[in-house]
Nanobody, 114 residues
């Protein structure tokens, strides 16, 4: 599976951005789709995930602000980010967990200015 992320950019605190990740290849083998992020000087962390059945999970710091969704027709997974804060700054990566393997997208930079 190949993943292509897009939608990052510069936004002021309180603003919104929508990230999108398109998947190609053995899509039927995907069990879970995730968004991770890595802030400068920090470890990569899981932000949100969605199962093929549509069940979602979020890290506590983004609950109520971020929404992960999946479009099966277009093979995309989106992350709607609202009420952004400077601590949300980082490179965001989409990640697909497949049967027996996984795949990472190239990352898209999100910068939130105060």
């Amino acid at each position: 599976v190949q993943l292509q992320a897009s939608g990052g950019g510069l936004v002021q605190a309180g603003g919104s951005l929508r990230l999108s990740c398109k998947a190609w290849g053995s899509i039927n083998n995907i069990n879970l789709l995730e968004w991770h992020r890595q802030a400068p000087g920090k470890q990569r962390e899981l932000v949100a995930s969605i199962t093929m059945g549509g069940r979602t999970n979020y890290r506590d710091s983004v609950k109520g602000r971020f929404i992960i969704s999946r479009d099966t027709a277009n093979n995309t997974v989106d992350l709607q980010m609202n009420s952004l804060i400077p601590e949300d700054t980082g490179v965001y990566y989409c990640h697909a967990v497949l049967i027996g393997s996984d795949s990472w997208g190239q990352g898209t930079l999100v910068t939130v200015s105060s």
